[in-house]
């Protein structure tokens, strides 16, 4: 219901890897690597710290994912709520 962008950074942001979230979301790492690099080009920021320990959040990448989380979640409100009126 919402962008693969969205879910890709959040899974990211979760599991803390590229690699682990691309395994989860049973696509490539270099599908994930190019759906964050476009989101990054999009809001022109960096969202991930990347280092051979893994990833993690910048502060614009903290920021966003807490608003991400919201938009998740009011969209699944409003998904369920609209199943409401086809009882």
């Known amino acids: ?11 990211i942001a979760d599991l803390g890897s590229f690699s682990k979230a691309a ?3 049973y696509i490539t790492p270099s599908a ?4 964050i690099n476009i989101l990054e080009s999009n809001l022109n920021t960096e969202l991930f ?3 051979n320990q893994g990833v993690k959040l910048t502060e614009a990448g ?3 994912y807490d608003e991400v989380k919201n938009i ?10 609209i199943g409401f009126f086809n009882n």
Do not use: H
């Not at 998740?72 to 709520?81: A, F, H, P, S, Y």
């Open 32 to 35: 994930v690597i190019q759906q």
């Open 23 to 25: 395994e989860a979301l």
């Open 72 to 81: 998740i979640n009011n969209c699944n409100d409003v998904r369920n709520q």
């Open 62 to 64: 903290k920021f966003f």
């Open 49 to 51: 710290i990347r280092s």
């Open 1 to 11: 219901m919402y962008n693969k962008q969205l879910y890709t950074f959040i899974s």
